[in-house]
Every structure is written in C-alpha cells, then in structure tokens.
C-alpha cells in the first residue's frame, strides 16, 4: 500500500516537491523544503506569495514530525531548508552525496546543511545509487543525474518507493530530456510518476526547443513502456501559463493509453494556483 500525498508544488503556489509516502512499513517525506522565485517579470514574491509559502511550509513540517525518513535529493533551497534542522531530529536522513558529483555551489551548501545537521538524526547516509528495505517497502535511489540538461547546475537523485504498488520521484530534471534520467524511470517501471516537467517558461532563453522535443518523447517513452497509471507534471513545467500547449503529444500519447497526466495540485483535487507565472496579475490587482 501507498499513501502519496504532495505537500508543496508549483502548482500551489510555490516552488517545491515536497511528497509525504507512507507504507505498510515506513513514513517518509522527500525534499522538505519550499521557496520563491526572488524575481518574475522583474517583480520581487507577492504578499500571496509568501503567505502561501508560509503556510506550506508549516504543512511540510507537520508530516516531517510524523516521519520515520527524510531525503534530500540535492541542495537547492526549493528542496531543503537548512535554517530549521530541527525538523530532522531523530530522523533517518538519506541525502545526495554532498561531495560527489555535485557541483561548486551545491557543495557548499551540502557542507553547510551537513553541519547544521551534526547530532541531530538517528542516522544520515548517502543515497546516490542506493536501495534500503524497510519490512516489505523498497526505497531505491538512482545513480546521480543531471539536474536539468547539463552538469552546469550539478545533479540529483531520483527516488523510487515500492510497498505493493511503486511510486517514483524524479526531482530537477527538468523533463527528463536526458536519456539517464528517463532510465531510472523505465526501469523502475512506477504506478505513480511525480516528474520535474520541461522548463518551458525559459523556452529559447535556458531552455531549448530541442530539449523539450527530448522531453516529449521521454514521457511518452514512459507512458508506453512502463505500467505507470497516473503522472503527475510538475514543478518547473508549472511556470508557465501555456503550460497544456507545450506538451500535447504527450496528452494525447497518454490518452490513448489511459494515462492520467495531472498537476500534483489535481492530484489531491486542489485548486491550480500558479502564482509565480500570475506574479504580474497579482501586483496589478493591488493597484486597481
């Protein structure tokens, strides 16, 4: 049995992809963390902005009480939050490995996290490449990959769940256009997929139409070689307000296997608020 439950998304108004898994076995919350972006159309975090990441982040730390685990599948803010480490008290903590395939900045971050975190969880381990049993629930990370299209912004691990059904968790991806990325997917062979979506709102800019074609073709790979039954599209794929344009093949791709692919936000049947891609809309109604 799992129980999948996103706590914070794109799709609620913030950057995040905290997920909260329990098993017959275990209760496990990966990537605690949430945050905004510092600037969108020149245009510093609305007050709904920050109300709403408040918010979810008192959710994110609600579950993590109730946790048995805790990962972090790298150390970007949006993923881990290095200012409460209380939170992994008496916890057992996988992280990426903070030395190992991982770029300068991150590196610096995971050696700051790390040292916050002295003393504090029953047991930290590294995850890259790893598996972990707990009773009849498999926790297995893969190898570290890409945190989007090159090595430039470092790497991440991607988390598979399984206690009877499977659920995995890509983490920055950025579509999977990188055919190491979609690997671990096909072969882990998921129910359930929460995938980082291609970053369409720097399409041209950060992000090439290229590696959005790579994307496209990667998901549907996925839709037609695995028994995955519902995809949730996420995070940096849920900046952009023409997001279901940028994607059709793979609406249609998943339609004719009768795929659901949704936001984590339809996923628990909350609103879509995109508020950082509204940013613009939320300042202008201030002043009308």
Not at 60 to 89: C, G, M, N
Request: include cysteine; proline fraction near 5%; glycine fraction near 4%.
């Amino acid at each position: 049995m799992l129980n999948v439950v996103p706590l914070a998304f794109d799709s609620f108004g913030v950057r995040s992809m905290a997920t909260y898994v329990e098993t017959d076995d275990i209760k496990l919350l990966i990537d605690p963390g949430v945050s905004l972006a510092p600037s969108r159309y020149n245009l510093p975090p609305h007050e709904i902005e920050l109300k709403r990441m408040q918010d979810l982040w008192g959710d994110i730390k609600r579950y993590a009480s109730q946790s048995d685990v805790l990962i972090v599948t790298h150390y970007h803010y949006d993923h881990h939050d290095p200012t409460e480490p209380e939170i992994y008290k008496d916890k057992v903590v996988y992280v990426k490995h903070p030395k190992e395939k991982i770029n300068r900045s991150q590196m610096d971050r995971a050696s700051y996290f790390l040292e916050k975190l002295r003393g504090l969880p029953r047991l930290i381990e590294t995850a890259d490449g790893k598996e972990f049993k707990f009773g009849r629930t498999l926790l297995r990370f893969s190898p570290p990959v890409y945190h989007g299209t090159s090595p430039r912004l470092g790497y991440v691990v991607e988390v598979s769940v399984a206690c009877g059904e499977k659920l995995v968790h890509t983490s920055d991806v950025e579509g999977p256009s990188v055919e190491d990325q979609a690997k671990f997917v096909i072969r882990e062979n998921p129910d359930v997929l929460i995938v980082d979506g291609p970053m369409t709102y720097m399409l041209g800019f950060r992000y090439s139409r290229k590696s959005l074609e790579l994307s496209v073709e990667n998901i549907n790979r996925i839709i037609r070689e695995t028994h995955v039954r519902t995809i949730l599209v996420e995070h940096h794929f849920m900046r952009d307000l023409h997001y279901k344009d940028r994607i059709k093949e793979v609406y249609e791709c998943a339609a004719e296997k009768d795929v659901e692919v949704i936001s984590a936000a339809e996923f628990i049947g909350r609103e879509v608020e995109m508020l950082e891609a509204k940013r613009k809309e939320l300042y202008k109604q201030d002043s009308q």
